[in-house]
């Protein structure tokens, strides 16, 4: 099968299951729901929630990509099923298990959009509302940073710096973090200015943050 044949089946296979499944939460069918989620789970990544649940996500990383074809695209699906999980999880009023869910969504969007530039784009829509999900909370720092980024590639430029400066604060201005930070505005002085203001971020406050930057490096 070619891979954009492929990539338009599992778009067909996660419409019509979101369709379900949000069905299935306002009815309060909620074991109906985890079972559909579980069903495309084995049949199109491979494992199951089972496994989802034991391992963390460098131990499911292997798992998915053994096959070493059509990778991206199954950690889109990963991604979005363990969104999902995370829904059916509110809805359960269970925090960690929710948590948990939106980490490992945002672990997989962030492995198929930060290692294949040709996965499609449309799906970074989802991986900004996990992230959104996950900024109420403490989480570690390498999380932190894979929603910066998810918020840059996503074109949500305020919202990667907001982040960025969050990640400062929370290293005391770490100068590494700092490093980082000037590369993100330097990549963004790259980009048309129209793109700018419609990730509301135009070019005079990434000035002033490159120049808080700078401030707070030389301190």
Known sequence: MLKNDYMKEVENTLRLLTEEVDKNIINGQIEEAKERVNKVLKAVVGIDIGTVDIFSFNSLDGLISKEMQYNAEKFIVFACLMNLQGK??????????????????????YKAYNEDDETNSKYLDDAVEVAGELVNYELSLDLDKKIFKIYELANKFDKAEDTLFYMLRKTNDDGSMILEGMRFYDRLKERELD???????????IEDGISELERRLEM
């Open 88 to 109: 059916i999880s509110s809805k359960e009023n269970n925090e960690n298990l929710k948590i948990q869910y939106y980490e490992k969504s945002l672990e997989g969007f």
């Open 195 to 205: 793109e700018l203001i419609l990730g509301n971020l135009p070019i005079e406050e």
